[in-house]
């Protein structure tokens, strides 16, 4: 399988159902409100290098269960 399959959001969604509510809603603000690792710490109550460890988990999760193409 090619990275691109991560290009397609048919395969990208199912993988982001997956993820526990809270850490979708990391994603989202991250990559859909644009918001910065601070953003987020702040808008949640959280640490900013909390932010960081859980996008870079969940986008590593993500990526695995697309290329695998286990939903």
């Known amino acids: 399988m ?3 399959r991560l290009r397609r959001p048919w395969t990208v969604k199912p993988a982001l159902r997956r993820l526990p509510k809270g850490e979708r809603t ?24 909390h932010v960081s460890r ?14 695998q193409g286990v939903v």
């Open 26 to 49: 990391i994603l989202y603000l991250r990559f859909f409100r644009d918001m910065t690792q601070d953003g987020i710490a702040e808008t949640l109550g959280i640490s900013q290098m």
């Open 2 to 4: 090619t990275v691109s």
């Open 54 to 67: 859980l996008i870079s988990r969940c986008c590593g999760e993500v990526r695995r269960v697309a290329l």
